[in-house]
């Protein structure tokens, strides 16, 4: 189907983009890549009266150390994630989600900032932020707050992000010595959804496991951490029994809805087997 | 609302006037007549749309002609006449990988820009980077083939197809 119509704006800095959100009344929609605003609109399932085009706004792009954390500007595209030294050594799980994320001409367009604020429970970026423990950088007329991944996903498609504020940039706290990676999903096809995923970070020192932090994703809602998971596997040597109490632990985390895809039993399942798997590969990483 | 913009296409500086809701693909078909990129889905599902935008495929029904304006735009049509994907389309003629042709100009840009990254991709490799291509006629054996035996010829194994 073809879009409705809607006037266009392209603005040149953060400030502007929010002034002209306000003075369309909201009646307005942000794009970044617009690999999901477009198709939203040929769908029809939104008719917004003004876009205001972000790509063009020099804040929101670039990706630099800056006291032990990484700033990634939110336009930094999907496949930019893929190829960029900064992210590879210290926001790994986003180089290693990438690959994932939809088919290779989406990801010459579709951006980090746009993923992350479209919060598809079923996106791999998303998990990767919330293991990576990242925080968002958000402006608003009064000026531009952080907030913490694990307070950033709401719902599905809702963040900390109100009406009009701006997602700037991704906030990745630097890698430290030992760090694990590890990232996978269990989709039908390669770069659809995933039915269910896993983004695992942690460090491997001398009295076992720290650090651990596990997101899982397309399970409910938004992307969940693994909290009893994580317990499940701190201090310990990873060995087949602590995997095992991590996998049992998930039980606790996750409580997957029912849909007409396959039932949440089943998902739970799948659930475990995959996060089996991710802690293997930490293993083999480590 | 409609905006005036100005962005070259295979080579070539267009002025157009376009409603911001104009799709890159409907600009290229409807105005310019290069019809050679292929609308299906319109939703980004299907590749029948690739262009190169600034020498990476995107596709054509979700950029919109504003977001364009500026940019460089290389369609099938241009490739063509450059000659720099004569090779593939002869592998592609040759091995019969395409029948009705409808998904032909996506995967020849998937495939150049597998190519130009990656000069000796794997099989493997090449389906993944065909993830995003739909073709309902060949069964995608013969479009790996063609692929495939192009990086061959490209990295001097093999004959070269008249
Ligand atoms: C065929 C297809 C397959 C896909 N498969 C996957 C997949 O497997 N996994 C996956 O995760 N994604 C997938 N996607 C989605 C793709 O990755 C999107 O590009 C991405 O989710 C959104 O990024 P964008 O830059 O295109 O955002 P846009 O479409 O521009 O914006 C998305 C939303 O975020 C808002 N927004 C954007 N930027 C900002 C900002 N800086 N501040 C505040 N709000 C902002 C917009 O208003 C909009 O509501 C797929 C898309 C398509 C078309
Ligand atoms: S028409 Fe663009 S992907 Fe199908
Ligand atoms: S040749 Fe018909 S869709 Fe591919």
């Given at each position: ?76 595209r ?5 190829t960029?030294?900064?992210?590879a ?34 996106s ?5 932020a ?5 925080e968002l ?54 770069g659809?959804?995933a039915m ?20 899982m ?28 109490a ?41 | 609302?409609?905006i ?27 105005r ?110 013969a ?20």
């Amino acid at each position: 189907m073809k879009s409705p119509k809607f006037d266009y704006v392209r603005a040149g800095s953060v400030a502007d983009a929010m002034t002209a959100y306000a003075e369309a009344d909201g009646d307005a929609v942000f794009v970044s890549g617009g690999h999901s605003v477009v198709p939203s609109l040929a769908l029809r399932l939104q008719a917004p009266a003004l876009m205001i085009d972000l790509s063009a706004i020099e804040a929101l792009s670039g990706i630099d150390l800056r006291d032990g954390w990484l700033r990634i500007g939110a336009m930094t595209r999907h496949a930019q994630a893929m190829t960029d030294p900064l992210i590879a050594t210290h926001a790994p799980l986003f180089a290693a989600a990438a690959p994932f994320v939809a088919h290779p001409a989406i990801r010459n367009r579709g951006t980090l900032g746009g993923s992350l604020a479209h919060a598809d429970p079923a996106s791999e970026f998303p998990a990767a932020a919330l293991a990576m423990r990242a925080e968002l950088e958000i402006a608003s007329a009064q000026g531009i707050r952080r907030v913490p991944a694990d307070d950033f996903f709401v719902d599905i498609y809702e963040t900390a992000i109100e009406p009009g504020e701006v997602l700037q940039a991704i906030h990745v706290p630097c890698a430290v010595a030992g760090q694990m990676v590890a990232f996978d999903e269990i989709a039908r096809r390669r770069g659809d959804y995933a039915m269910v995923g896993a983004a695992v970070q942690a460090v491997s020192a001398g009295e076992g496991l720290q650090d651990v932090s596990i997101a899982m994703f397309s399970v409910g809602n938004r992307p969940v951490r693994a909290a009893s998971a994580q317990v499940a596997l701190t201090g310990r040597a990873l060995d087949a029994p602590a995997i095992a109490a991590a996998q049992a632990a998930l039980a606790d985390d996750l409580d997957p809805p029912d849909d007409p895809q396959f039932p949440a039993s089943m998902r739970l399942h799948l659930a475990r087997v995959l996060l089996g798997r991710v802690l293997a590969k930490l293993e083999t990483a480590a | 609302m409609n905006i005036e913009i100005a962005l070259t296409v295979n080579g070539e500086t267009v002025r157009e006037t376009v409603e911001p809701r104009t799709s890159l693909a409907d600009l290229l078909r409807d105005r310019l007549r290069l019809t050679g990129t292929h609308l299906g889905c319109e939703m980004g599902s299907c590749g029948a749309c690739l262009v190169m935008l600034d020498g990476a495929p995107v596709h054509a029904c979700l950029v919109l002609a504003v977001q364009a304006d500026g940019q460089k735009v290389e369609t099938i049509e241009g490739l063509n006449e450059s000659g720099h994907v004569s090779d593939l389309q002869a592998q592609f003629h040759d091995r019969n990988a395409l029948q009705c042709g409808f998904c032909t100009n996506g995967m020849v840009m998937s495939a150049q820009a597998l190519l130009s990254d990656n000069p000796r991709p794997s099989r493997a490799e090449i389906r993944d980077a065909l993830s995003g291509n739909y073709c309902r006629c060949t069964g995608y054996e013969a479009i790996v083939d063609a692929i495939a035996a192009t990086a061959d010829r490209r990295a001097g194994i093999g004959e070269t197809v008249e």
